[in-house]
């Protein structure tokens, strides 16, 4: 978009400013990674030291703040100045790449595929018969999309993906590269003839407006489907396993594995490299910190972490174990009479 | 397949009923997701409260409970009814996509590769020079095939993997979109000059009947092989490092990773997450629980568990220790004569 | 390059050697896994004893070691064995494959690319437009590279990488199959009509000398830069998150996540998927073993470990706290005067 001066974004954004409207704003950052003639924004008052700091002379800032904040910048005010920056980054970004609507000569189309001219198909795509695709989706260059699957409006593939038969794609869906949908389930059974491999028949299923981050991989059902509600948001290099749940608008942090048949509720945030093991249910508004082990069924509205994670409340209580032991420890020494204190015990006929 | 009588069915599995011998079997689901005409299984008594429970009227059961179940169902006895459904459920799936033998007109051949006329080789695959490719194999869309590699008979490639040079592959194996296999260890030494790269010149072999998931990584070895021995399942997204030796029939669940030169057994189970360190033993039949990280030998036929993993007896005497503790802490009051009860002591000043 | 005499490889190395100077080296291989006609190295004393069981002839070993090695073998002498060793064991291995000068047919170059004729761009690859590429660079079959990406000298792309638009990438960088640079960064903010996607419109900037192992995931800064610098080693399917930055050598083992905006230090090492929560510092020259779930900054040149982790010392002191409660759990059951010793106390009783 290029610049623009104070007094035309706050009309932009239909906001009340104070400060000089003619100064002109070349770009947008953070507080901390701001040049003078980028624009900023503050959350709340908590941030209010930061604005000494930083080198933006213009700061979107809460409609609550409004007189309250030090004469020293520029600023226009708004409801949720994050998520109004969020929108008006864009404006300063260099335009994103365009893919326009058309199938490129080198992609793959088999018979029985439906899709409108609206639609981006880049190089080297292959896709399967019978599948169909909705308007304004841009699948580009490299995808696979196997046979019989059926994908919404507005969906963006980034390269390199591999979706295979008969996946159910909702609208406004993003696959980031290499993700991998519809891969077989791990399931095997020890036969009379040694491990045989079950039958992976079922599907996945992806509602409308989720995302889904770089190189993950989601299996598909056993039997029945692989169901991943409207709105999630998963991070990269997560696994889904065969037949497993995800709730509304819930949240897979980076690297989070979910073994199969487990059932997530929906606001769910499950944080980087959390494992949830399989059969369980983690309910609605759950949280897990970082690298939790989920072992057990996780209330509702709950957080939980820990390595074979456990409430909140429990893990502090276990983590300060060494500390109270020191204590008990001395005031054992102090009963028996004994005249020296308590220090590091000799351990190294402990184990 | 489509539908199918009990009888019919019955007399296909070689198996006896009892029940409605007309009655019309459309599909075949779980006991908890299955439809009034499909089928379901159970695989012992344990389960019984479940057929109260499931729409399916009929039931595959163990020859063993002949007679004893509720008269609410048609039953079909068999041995094994978890391995008798996973061979019947393919009669009732959609019919999986067909590859047809032939080389794609987009892929892209190299001299000197043996390719018999029984494999599908699919649009965009390169092959390098020398590879040789044994009968009925099936290379999907987008794969890369080093060059002096050897992939043997009934194999099944996944779209977008990359095999690397000189890799030996043998019968039967199934790899999962995205897998990179051979790619180099990761191998430095501080050199005078600073950081070294370490030449990673040995192969990888992977024997028959292995299965790998989608985007896992397997390198190749320093110099040697890195190896994964006949019946091997891994995951999806599992890591693999140089020369790691993995035994027959070992499974290693989604997202393990195993560091450089270890070796694990043949018949051993890594649950999802868990970490192997560098230069260990696995002993045969050895198990360990989900994330796991494991930095010491595990015995052959040995449970093992935790962050830092121990034998599983230690794990459950390490995670009791809070509610231990807290008795004990009480005990030691009463000996110091206070009158007041134990109650979780004060924290603040312990850290 | 074939065999080479001792007198040869010695003089080839500039070094001197004891032992028969005719004896004909047909390969290296690491002392264990040698045959009779391969060379092998010792690093250190310590391993003299392996020079008895090691099959090899052959043994590059230091120069201070010069004269006080058992008779058993032909010595060549060098300041570090080990590096000498990654040097020559390339004269042995199998010549890598070779990618020729040139642009491939199957090639797709955009408006207002920059090649030069020095590169390899292989079958299938794309180059989006206004793509700047440097002398002697390899991207190797499937690569998709974004537009206005700039691609330094010397580099080596294995097949199937997604690069996107607008990265920065310097010279002698290595990037394994599958790795996907500048997906967008995970950020999502609730806004009042559900939760609403952060545009992510910063880049990836890659210097010198880094490598990335296979099935990577780095994502672009939400503004700004995530910047790996120089001389990085990435190991397979690690995930780097929006706005991280690491420091000059560090180095990530497998499966490492990095969260949002976390900057690590020059020189670190972060052991296998070990986990850093976002916003944090880690120091130059800290270490963090296997699995350790790093929640707070982490001193420079500190070692920390443990889920959770902390400083090496309190983990070991946390580890051994069963076998010191046992202790004094007995000598409060003596002061209580109790006739029975301590044993495993009743547990049921305690969750």
């Not at 989601?218 to 169901?227: E, L, Y």
């Not at 300060?320 to 102090?334: D, I, N, Q, S, T």
Request: include cysteine; charged fraction near 20%.
């Amino acid at each position: 978009m290029g610049n623009i001066t104070v007094a035309e974004l706050a009309k932009l954004l239909d906001s009340e400013f104070i400060g000089n409207g003619d100064f002109v704003v070349e770009g947008m950052n953070s507080l901390l990674d701001a040049k003078e003639n980028d624009a900023s924004f503050i959350v709340s008052d908590k941030f209010r030291n930061l604005l000494n700091k930083t080198k933006a002379n213009v700061i979107l800032a809460p409609i609550v703040l409004k007189g309250m904040l030090p004469d020293i910048k520029t600023y226009i005010y708004c409801a949720q100045p994050n998520v109004t920056f969020a929108k008006i980054v864009k404006l300063f970004a260099p335009h994103p790449p365009e893919y326009q609507p058309g199938i490129h000569p080198t992609a793959i189309i088999s018979d029985g595929v439906s899709i409108p001219d609206s639609c981006h198909i880049g190089p080297n795509v292959f896709i399967g018969k019978g599948t169909i695709i909705g308007e304004n989706t841009k699948i580009l260059f490299g995808n696979f999309i196997g046979e019989n699957t059926r994908i919404g409006k507005n969906c963006f593939f980034y390269p390199n993906c591999v979706i295979r038969e008969r996946i159910v794609i909702g609208n406004n869906v993003i696959i980031h590269p290499g993700v991998c949908i519809g891969s077989d389930g791990f399931g095997y059974e020890a036969g009379p003839a040694g491990i045989v491999k079950i039958p992976q028949v079922g599907i996945v299923r992806i509602d409308d407006d989720v995302e889904i981050g770089a190189n993950c991989a989601i299996d598909r059902a056993r039997f029945g489907v692989t169901w991943i509600k409207s709105g999630v948001k998963i991070d990269n290099l997560v696994h889904v396993a065969h037949n497993v749940e995800i709730g509304e608008s819930t949240m897979l942090i980076a690297q989070v594995g979910v073994a199969g048949g487990s059932k997530i509720g929906r606001g769910v945030v499950l944080a980087g490299q959390v494992g949830i093991s399989h059969g369980l249910n983690v309910g609605d508004g759950a949280k897990v910190g970082g690298q939790g082990g989920v072992f057990e069924d996780v209330p509702a509205g709950k957080s939980w972490m820990g390595c074979l994670a456990e409430p909140v409340k429990d893990f502090v209580e276990r983590s300060m174990l060494p500390g109270k032991f020191k204590k008990l420890a001395a005031r054992v020494l102090k009963l028996e009479g004994a005249n020296r204190t308590y220090q590091d015990e000799p351990t190294k006929t402990e184990k």
